[in-house]
């Protein structure tokens, strides 16, 4: 069966700090990777999503992925208390390019002032 | 940006009753949408993949003449919660895909179903 796993926290990070967000994901076939921020009540917001293995950055925020080690993470650098959200972790659904991905539980994330 | 839009926000209906909920991606053409049912406290859970001009494919034990699904324009699907009972109370979110090769999934803002 075809997982995406996340600690489902609570993550604690004080007002500046850098938070790390982690996602394991179990096909080896998954190209694409998403982070959304959910915040209670709403919606998922897309944060950034990345294909190939490495870093890339956009603002505060880094994703990171290792296909080897089928590991993709999300840094958010400086931290605000307006960050303390759910963070879902999302993998493509191989074989073939239909969009569908699988999302993780989520990361709950608290950023004290 | 992708802007997709759901309608209603939120409804609250009698059990046994039919409830419409539409999403609509706003400034692009989506061939594929998605409806995710979300409880409290849950992460969302894909119900079935709509497309434009054909089925909608569903997700082992969603019941399909429960959950119907119309995909009829570019910009349009709808999800007709049929027959509907408190069970089904759950937070409906829509999501529509950018076909600008990435892929990416934009969600709309989400329908608080209660059922009475």
């Known amino acids: 069966q075809k997982e995406v796993e996340q600690n489902s926290g609570p993550l604690s990070v004080p007002e500046g700090a850098i938070a790390s967000l982690n996602c394991t994901y179990s096909?080896?076939?998954?190209?694409?990777f998403f982070w959304y921020r959910q915040y209670s009540g709403k919606s998922p917001e897309l944060i950034m999503f990345i294909y190939s293995n490495g870093d890339k950055e956009d603002g505060r925020f880094t994703a990171q992925l290792n296909k080897a080690s089928q590991y993709v993470s999300l840094l958010i650098r400086d931290s605000q208390p307006s960050d303390s959200a759910t963070y879902l972790c999302a993998v493509n659904v191989p074989p073939g390019n239909t969009g569908k991905l699988i999302f993780g539980q989520g990361t709950t994330l608290q950023v004290k002032p | 940006g992708a802007v997709v839009s759901q309608h209603p926000s939120r409804v609250i209906c009698k059990s046994g009753t039919s409830v419409k909920i539409e999403c609509r991606s706003l400034?692009?053409?989506?061939?594929?949408m998605f409806w995710y049912r979300q409880f409290p406290k849950q992460s969302l859970m894909l119900m079935a993949t709509s497309n434009e001009g054909s089925k909608a494919t569903y997700e082992q034990g969603v019941e399909k003449d429960k959950f119907l699904i119309n995909h009829a324009s570019l910009t349009l699907s709808t999800l007709t919660v049929t027959s509907a009972h408190p069970e089904d109370s759950s937070f409906y979110i829509c999501?529509?895909?950018?076909?600008?090769?990435?892929?990416?999934?934009?969600f709309g803002p989400g329908t608080r179903l209660t059922v009475l």
């Open positions: 096909d080896r076939g998954s190209q694409s």
């Open positions: 400034d692009f053409q989506a061939t594929t």
């Open positions: 999501s529509a895909i950018r076909t600008d090769g990435t892929d990416t999934q934009y």
